[in-house]
């Protein structure tokens, strides 16, 4: 397989298997459905082993809003884009394309101003977008 090129926006694609409540921190109590969710983030660089520490679930710091997501549910695929995609403008693509981030405004994006990097994709789970450079599946084994 190639390698994980080192600096890169990337979208973690997260099944939740059972409707939820999560408490993630600073942000409080947020309600998730069954289905498919996207989180959108950005390496400038140690790309791969921030997917790799995305995806390892043992004993990690609840560092970002997405890891209070990840005791609950573990990534089945990840899609790498340049890193000039730009995560705010990533996320704001997969809203148009369909996905909705009502109830979930803010998650992942205390550093910037956009509406939030986690998205409900729908309880189909989603193809690949075309232009991504890498989709990694089952990435608890290629990481
Ligand atoms: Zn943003």
Not at 43 to 63: F, P, S
């Amino acid at each position: 397989m190639e390698s994980i090129p080192d600096s890169g926006v990337y979208v973690l694609v997260i099944p939740v298997r059972k409707a939820c409540t999560l408490s993630a921190g600073a942000l409080g109590r947020l309600e998730l459905r069954e289905g498919y969710y996207a989180y959108v983030g950005r390496a400038g660089r140690g790309l791969g082993a921030r997917l790799a520490r995305h995806t390892c679930r043992a004993g990690k710091r609840l560092h970002w809003h997405v890891d209070y997501l990840l005791e609950r549910a573990c990534v089945e695929e990840i899609w790498v884009f340049p890193l000039r995609a730009g995560e705010c403008v990533l996320a704001a693509r997969l809203e148009r394309e369909g996905a909705r981030r009502e109830g979930l405004r803010s998650f992942g994006s205390s550093d910037c101003r956009c509406a939030g990097h986690l998205l409900y994709l729908g309880s189909v789970k989603p193809l690949p977008p075309g232009d991504s450079v890498m989709v990694i599946t089952r990435p608890e084994r290629a990481t």
